[in-house]
């Protein structure tokens, strides 16, 4: 397949879910193609013809269209942004330490990778088929069929997002072709939007005036109340990313040299807010200090981050939380966010570094 890096973690084959390892992630603003994650829901991926690909635009519009792969690249203009995408099940293991979420796939803090992406304006493509009056919510499906939906995949987003400059129908990541396992010929990018709504595979846009009823929008992919269990429309359907951090190197568990080390991370604010701030300690949050933010590839993109810690020899935890633009903070306790689908695990990142006295023995 492809040459994914060392320490790779394989959750499952059929569907294939794989993260790469923190290191992997660690002070690049595009993460490699082989080292991005992998999220599927069915067993069997699409392998769709670009030839005969098309893509349906329909529902509440005033000129339901046909495009070919040629008429999108023809008819519209190319854009392109980097943007990373995060899944909602991101550090879901740091949820199951608390309590298991049954039959979920245990995610690490790989679930997240960042691209550069090109493709049209999903804006362009509803403008050419003129969207309806009452249109709210705008509806996309993939070619794939998962067991736990038994139809396509399709979730939704609202209409104001679906128009906005950012979102992409992208046929390239990374300045090469979308590769087939990331939803070749086209997926669907919603910038600040949990993974869940980049649809790949895509072969539909729907205009409608109510979310999507797929079994990825009001099943799955909603927020529940710790008492509450999963059933159609049922807890708060998950949109922008809540703010989140990571800590990427050194890894977890390394042995570094006691003295000044330099530790870095990515935090990733979510929505169309920015990272503002990111805190280190290595008092488990008594005292903080500010790491230095990095420059932000684009407004869509995380924000690594690093600082040098000097670090006594023995056992030292790292924790990091970021801050966003609307003055929100990560929370200290996954037990608190804890929930029936395991989802937004956003509680401040720790690692464990070994830090060993050099020279003299
Ligand atoms: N058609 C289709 N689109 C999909 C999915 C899927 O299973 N089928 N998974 C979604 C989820 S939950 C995430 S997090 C991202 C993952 O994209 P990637 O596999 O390219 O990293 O794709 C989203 N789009
Ligand atoms: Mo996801």
Redesign the pocket.
């Known amino acids: 397949m492809t040459t994914q890096p060392a320490g790779t973690t394989v959750h499952s084959s059929q569907p294939y879910n794989a993260e790469p390892p923190r290191t992997a992630l660690a002070d690049r603003d595009l993460t490699p193609v082989d080292a991005?994650?992998?999220?599927?829901?069915?067993a069997e991926r699409p392998r769709l013809d670009p030839a005969t690909w098309a893509l349906r635009v329909d529902g509440m519009v005033e000129r339901p269209a046909t495009f070919s792969l040629d008429a999108l690249r023809e008819r519209f203009r190319e854009h392109s942004e980097v943007v990373t995408?995060q899944?909602a099940g991101n550090r879901r293991a740091g949820l199951m330490e608390v309590a298991d979420p049954p039959g979920e796939t245990p995610w690490g803090p790989g679930?997240t990778g960042t691209a550069r992406w090109a493709g049209v304006r999903l804006a362009d493509v509803l403008r050419e088929a003129g969207v309806a009056p009452g249109a709210t919510d705008v509806a996309f499906t993939?070619a794939?069929v998962?067991e736990e939906a038994d139809e396509p995949?399709a979730v939704s987003v609202p209409l104001e997002k679906a128009l906005a400059d950012e979102v992409l129908l992208a046929w390239s990541m990374n300045d090469a072709p979308l590769p087939s396992a990331?939803?070749a010929p086209v997926r669907v990018v919603v910038p600040g939007w949990i993974?869940?709504r980049?649809?790949?595979?895509l072969e539909r846009v729907t205009v409608a005036d109510e979310p999507s009823r797929g079994h990825f929008q009001a099943v799955a992919y909603r927020l529940l109340p710790a008492d509450d269990a999963p059933a159609p429309g049922r807890g708060v359907a998950l949109g922008p990313i809540a703010v989140n951090a990571d800590v990427l190197s050194p890894a977890d568990g390394a042995e570094v040299p006691a003295g000044p080390v330099r530790v870095t991370g990515d935090a990733l604010a979510g929505g169309d807010r920015t990272v503002v701030r990111v805190d280190v300690s290595t008092d488990d949050g008594a005292t903080w200090h500010e790491a230095d933010l990095e420059p932000q590839a684009s407004r869509w993109s995380w924000r690594h981050w690093h600082t040098t810690l000097d670090l006594p020899a023995g056992t030292t935890r790292v924790v990091a939380r970021a801050w966003d633009s609307a003055a929100g903070v990560q929370p200290a306790d996954p037990a608190e966010l804890w929930n029936p689908k395991g989802y937004v695990n956003n509680s401040w990142a720790r690692v464990t570094l070994h830090a060993v006295a050099s020279g003299g023995g």
């Open positions: 991005f994650y992998h999220r599927n829901h069915a995408l899944c679930a993939g794939d998962a995949y990331h939803g993974g869940a980049s649809v790949k595979w």
